[in-house]
Structures are given as structure tokens and as C-alpha cells.
């Protein structure tokens, strides 16, 4: 979990692991190897990083399948996309990993999901593309109850999948349903690292609003 009140660099770290934006100084390691990110299709196919914001980056008028497969289209002789086969892989990807119900076709318009399908098509897509890494930026604020928790159970599903996540929110209580460890920054600097076994929401609440 990332964690912070704003203007605590929280988004600016966000940017620089997603190549957005590149760090002054300072290095970003991955599996303690060095890794330079100048740009998002680095961040996305060198490091293995997937971003999803809150508003999950995707084309409202556009199906779940071409969500899917956005700027990294199949193709097939002379060049034409392979609809049929990134169709059945929609398929595969929406019932296969992070389940996603409600749904009964990837031809759906991506405008007629509700906020939690649409974060659900986001993370799922990143599963696909076997992201390592995803970066999850506050992709439950605008979210109903019920959706959040459907959103959090996907983020624990992704831990059969071996892919590890790093979760931005100012919600501690859900913060401590699904990270393992706590990172707290303050005006661009990390002030706090535990383990979730060795502290607790109390003390991190303490770290989140002290000045």
C-alpha cells in the first residue's frame, strides 16, 4: 500500500514507474536489478508495469474486446486486425484469472459496464498481457460500496497470479484488507515502511496525518 495526504508525491511516483514522467535523480529496481523507464511503452513491456487510474483509461465507446487489445492490436495477412481471434481471447481473459461477472459477451460497449466492471476489464487485461507489476491508483474512489469490494477481491486474485500490486488510496481500511506491506510518503519523501504483521491501522493512520 502507498501511502500519504496530498501533495505527498504519491501520483508523481505513480508517473515515473509508469515513464509519464522521468525522475530527476534517484533509481527504480526491480527484483533489485536497476531499471531505467523513459517511456510507457518501457514501463509496460520492459519492466512488465500495467497502470490502471481510477477512471481505468478506457474508451467508453469502444467493446471490451478492443478495450483489450488497444494499441496492441492482433493482426493478420496484409496487415487487417484478427477481430475473430482477439474475440476469442476477450472471452478467455473475462472468464479465466480475474473473473468478472455480469458480463455475458466482450462486445459490450465499455460505456454500459458499471465502475467496477470497468476497473475489473482494466486489471484483467494486465493479467493477459502478464504484467508483472500493476500500479493501482486510487481505482476505488469513485466506486459504490459494493463495487469497491468487488475491486478488492480482484486485487487479492491477483496474488495467485503471481503479480504483484501497488496500491495508492487514502482509505486505510481498505489499505488493510489487501496490501502485505505500507509505504507512507510526505512531500516526496518516504517517512514510513512496515510489514502488515508489524504494525497497524492506528499507527498508520498516525503516520498519514502527522505534519
Given at each position: 500500500?502507498l501511502?500519504?495526504?496530498n501533495?505527498?508525491?504519491?501520483?508523481?511516483?505513480?508517473?515515473?514507474?509508469s515513464?509519464?514522467?522521468?525522475?530527476?535523480?534517484?533509481?527504480?529496481?526491480?527484483?533489485?536489478?536497476?531499471t531505467e523507464i523513459n517511456?510507457?511503452?518501457e514501463?509496460?513491456?520492459?519492466?512488465g508495469?500495467?497502470?490502471i487510474?481510477?477512471?481505468a483509461?478506457?474508451c467508453n465507446d469502444?467493446?471490451?474486446?478492443?478495450?483489450?487489445?488497444?494499441?496492441?492490436?492482433?493482426?493478420?495477412?496484409?496487415g487487417f486486425?484478427?477481430?475473430t481471434?482477439?474475440?476469442?481471447?476477450?472471452?478467455?481473459?473475462l472468464?479465466?484469472?480475474?473473473h468478472?461477472?455480469?458480463?455475458d459477451t466482450?462486445?459490450?460497449?465499455?460505456?454500459?459496464?458499471?465502475?467496477g466492471?470497468?476497473?475489473?476489464?482494466?486489471?484483467?487485461?494486465a493479467v493477459y498481457f502478464?504484467?508483472?507489476i500493476?500500479?493501482?491508483?486510487?481505482?476505488?474512489?469513485?466506486l459504490?460500496v459494493?463495487?469497491?469490494?468487488?475491486v478488492?477481491?480482484y486485487?487479492?486474485?491477483?496474488k495467485?497470479?503471481?503479480?504483484?500490486?501497488i496500491?495508492?488510496?487514502?482509505?486505510?481500511?481498505?489499505?488493510?484488507?489487501?496490501?502485505?506491506?505500507f509505504?507512507?510518503?510526505s512531500h516526496?519523501?518516504?517517512?514510513?515502511?512496515?510489514?502488515k504483521?508489524?504494525?497497524?491501522?492506528?499507527?498508520?493512520t498516525?503516520?498519514?496525518?502527522k505534519?
Amino acid at each position: 500500500g502507498l501511502l500519504g495526504d496530498n501533495g505527498a508525491g504519491k501520483t508523481t511516483l505513480i508517473k515515473m514507474m509508469s515513464g509519464v514522467v522521468k525522475p530527476d535523480t534517484g533509481k527504480i529496481l526491480i527484483d533489485g536489478k536497476e531499471t531505467e523507464i523513459n517511456t510507457r511503452k518501457e514501463s509496460e513491456e520492459k519492466a512488465g508495469i500495467e497502470t490502471i487510474y481510477q477512471d481505468a483509461a478506457l474508451c467508453n465507446d469502444m467493446s471490451i474486446t478492443r478495450n483489450i487489445f488497444m494499441g496492441r492490436e492482433l493482426t493478420k495477412f496484409l496487415g487487417f486486425l484478427d477481430h475473430t481471434k482477439m474475440a476469442e481471447i476477450a472471452v478467455d481473459v473475462l472468464e479465466s484469472g480475474v473473473h468478472i461477472s455480469g458480463i455475458d459477451t466482450p462486445d459490450k460497449e465499455i460505456g454500459f459496464l458499471s465502475g467496477g466492471q470497468k476497473q475489473a476489464v482494466a486489471i484483467a487485461r494486465a493479467v493477459y498481457f502478464k504484467r508483472r507489476i500493476l500500479l493501482l491508483d486510487e481505482p476505488t474512489s469513485a466506486l459504490s460500496v459494493r463495487e469497491t469490494e468487488r475491486v478488492l477481491k480482484y486485487i487479492v486474485e491477483l496474488k495467485k497470479e503471481d503479480i504483484s500490486s501497488i496500491f495508492v488510496t487514502h482509505n486505510l481500511y481498505q489499505a488493510f484488507q489487501v496490501c502485505d506491506r505500507f509505504v507512507v510518503m510526505s512531500h516526496g519523501r518516504k517517512i514510513f515502511e512496515k510489514n502488515k504483521g508489524d504494525t497497524s491501522l492506528a499507527e498508520v493512520t498516525e503516520q498519514v496525518i502527522k505534519v
